[in-house]
Each structure stands twice: as C-alpha cells, then as structure tokens.
C-alpha cells in the first residue's frame, strides 16, 4: 500500500493540491510507541528491541539501536531534536544522543509500581 502524502498550495481564489509519493518504512516492524519532534523534522519509533530515529526532509534514516533491554513504552524528543528519551512501563528511562545513538543518561527503575506514562524535556533546556 502506498502512502501519499498531499501539498496544498495557494491563496482561497487559486489553490492547488499536489501529491507526492512517500517511500514507505521497511523492515520496521510492528511498533509500540511513536514521537516527532517538536519542529517536525524527525521521527522516532520503537518496539521490543530497537529505536530507529529517521530525518523528516529525506526519510534518511538518522540511527538505529537496542537501547532499552525492553519495550519502550513512551518516548520524546527534545526541542532542539539532540535528544531522545524513553521510557519503559516498569519505570526504566534512558535518553539518547540522536546524531551518535548513544546513551547519555540511564536511569533504573525509577518509580517501583508505577507505569511511566508521559515523558517530556523542559522548553527552555535540553
């Protein structure tokens, strides 16, 4: 199946709407949890075992890696898109350098009984 995305060009009296082809994303698998960055120009997805980050412009895909020992149940990106964090649902989270894939901050169970639920960076910092 295709995926299309659609261009709307022009003012209310002359508009156009263009289609475009969109390479799909294969060999990603089923995913268990999703996020774009703030400015729209990344994409992040995960599942059991592997977090691939792409470029939104090129649909280059920026890294992939096995961060978490487990499924990533929640992720983010910062505002400045250096950064993304994930968490797990028995309270792992880790946060990633996303031009290197490495891991920069882990933190282990963080709230025993707890489900992370939201994971987001503060506007003004990383």
Known sequence: ????????????????????????????????????????????????????????????????????????SVMSVSHDGKYLSLGSKDGDICVVEVKKMQIHHYSKRLHLGTTIATLEFCPSER
Not at 20 to 40: A, N, R
Request: charged share 20%.
């Open 1 to 72: 199946m295709a995926h299309r995305l659609f261009e709307l060009y022009g003012h209310e009296a002359n508009m156009k709407l263009l289609a475009k082809e969109l390479t799909p994303l294969q060999g990603i698998g089923s995913q268990t949890c999703i996020t774009f960055s703030v400015d729209g120009s990344k994409f992040a997805a995960g599942d059991k075992s592997l977090t691939a980050v792409w470029d939104m412009s090129s649909w280059n895909k920026i890294g992939h890696k096995r961060l978490l020992r487990k499924s990533a």
